[in-house]
């Protein structure tokens, strides 16, 4: 009666080494394991990819560098996305972890604490979120040139619209903006910006959600199975209706199942009435309201009553369940599974 959450971690590590294998041969695979590994485990997936290879590691949270360090602590780059304050001056100290610059302030005031230390600049390529913009680079040139600079990077917008002009515009930014630096290595391409083709590998490349096949119909191999247990079933007469504000009305006699996993799991409440869950391949419908723990599916079509039925596996993907819920599949795994059984297959 307990809902399980599988993490393929062979899986995993054969997605980095395809990423790898068809990036350019000077670029190194890095590994995006911000928000716990997009959920599912640092402590598995992080020393998984550094078995596999990886080297270069980006966290969104110093918090996230210093457990990050605990799993693998030797022989590789962490690197922390979401800035430096002086608050992890002794982080970057004591673990060598190094803070991505995202503007002046940030700058100067890691120069004040560790002018010898590595440090990496982020440059704002057009996203208006976080990095120097053309400005504050011109200004700071001075600082800059005195860093111990070891890697810069910008974040592309539109990566995964591949007919985008705007991808190109970043990269011919970024290139001109870095063109006085270079000797130093350079990174612009998340899961996305692989896959817009070799000259956007640059140095370092930065995937996360392709790692857990989070992209369709690029060759990435399925990495989550998520199966719910089915808590009780009920008979319906015409005219009935299921879950919350009775949303929905049966026109005919039905069997429904209640099964664990509602929004508080991740299993988004836009999917009311119109998510599935599988039972050997067949699709069950959502009826009704998602609720916070449980969800109620059709299940009058099948012929027996099934103790669980399969979220995510083969028959739907993380990229099926994102397209349902209208959401993108980093927000699926994120959002998923907290209160779920996790197991781990090599
Ligand atoms: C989250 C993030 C990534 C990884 O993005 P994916 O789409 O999961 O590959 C890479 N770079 C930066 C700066 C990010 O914030």
């Known amino acids: 009666m307990i809902a399980t959450l599988e993490i393929n971690l062979d899986n995993i590590k054969k997605n980095w080494l395809y990423l790898n294998k068809i990036s350019s041969e000077k670029t190194q695979t890095g590994v995006v394991l911000k928000a716990n590994a997009y959920g599912l485990g640092v402590s598995k997936v992080g020393p998984t990819l550094w078995e596999a290879g990886a080297r270069n590691f980006f966290v969104a949270t110093i918090e996230e560098a210093i457990e990050l360090n605990r799993y693998i602590p030797k022989n590789r780059k962490i690197y922390v996305l979401n800035g430096y304050s002086e608050r992890h001056k002794r982080a970057v100290d004591n673990f060598s972890i190094i803070p991505v610059l995202n503007s002046p302030k940030q700058l100067s005031s890691f120069l004040n604490f560790h002018s010898q230390k590595k440090a990496c600049l982020q440059i704002d390529v057009g996203m208006n979120r976080l990095g120097f913009q053309e400005r504050e680079l011109r200004e700071c040139q001075q600082k800059i040139k005195s860093l111990n600079l070891d890697l810069i990077i910008g974040h592309l917008s539109c990566a995964d619209d591949t007919n985008s002009p705007s991808n190109k515009l970043a990269l011919q930014y970024f290139r001109a903006k870095t063109a006085n630096l270079p000797r130093i290595k350079k990174s612009i391409s998340a899961s996305h910006g692989i896959f817009l083709g070799k000259s956007y590998n640059l140095d370092v490349t930065r995937p996360g ?57 991740g299993i988004m409440r836009n999917l009311s009435q119109k998510g599935f869950v599988h039972y050997n391949g067949e699709p069950c419908p959502i009826l009704g309201r998602v609720s916070m723990d449980l969800i109620t599916v059709d299940i009058s079509h099948l012929k027996t009553t099934p103790e669980k039925l399969t979220l995510l596996g083969k028959s739907q993907t993380i990229n099926d369940l994102a397209d349902q819920a209208e959401t993108i599949t980093h927000e699926i795994l994120t959002s998923l599974g907290t209160r779920f059984s996790k197991s781990y297959k090599n």
């Open 209 to 265: 959600i392709a790692l857990y096949g989070g992209i369709r119909n690029q060759g990435l191999l399925e990495v989550i199975t998520v199966q719910l247990p089915v808590l009780q079933t009920h008979e319906m007469n015409p005219g009935e209706g299921v879950g919350y504000g009775l949303t929905y009305t049966t026109k005919t006699k039905k069997r429904v199942a209640t099964l664990f996993g509602g929004y508080a799991d």
